[in-house]
């Protein structure tokens, strides 16, 4: 069961945006957090961006300024705003979600390809 679904990636040129979208499924109870991470090949995964349900947001250092991510708490969606996009940005991202359980939910993944 597909229970956090991912939209939003593709093909963009440098200095360009996106707009990455999560849904997660209503059989996940008690959302607490959602965040975007992503994996560009031969690297580990990081954390993009994190939101919690009272609106507390936490950003890499990398993407500040750029990246905005927001919640419709009543919906369970995730977005990922990303301005002024450089080829760094290359990856695959994933949305996360954490329940007050401590379990995690991933996303498939949606590929971001920056080009310079």
């Known amino acids: 069961q597909v229970q956090l679904v991912e939209s939003g990636g593709g093909l963009v040129q440098a200095g360009g945006s996106l707009r990455l979208v999560c849904a997660a499924s209503?059989?996940?109870?008690?959302?607490?957090?959602m965040a975007w991470y992503r994996q560009a090949p031969g690297k580990q995964r990081e954390l993009v961006a994190a939101?919690?349900?009272?609106?507390?947001?936490n950003y890499a250092d990398s993407v500040k300024g750029r990246f905005t991510i927001s919640r419709d708490n009543a919906k369970d969606t995730v977005y990922l705003q990303m301005n002024n996009l450089k080829p760094e940005d290359t990856a695959n991202y994933y949305c996360n979600a954490v329940n007050r359980w401590g379990t995690n939910y991933w996303g498939q993944g949606t590929q971001v390809t920056v080009s310079s």
């Open positions: 939101i919690t349900t009272r609106g507390t947001t």
């Open positions: 209503r059989n996940i109870f008690a959302i607490d957090s």
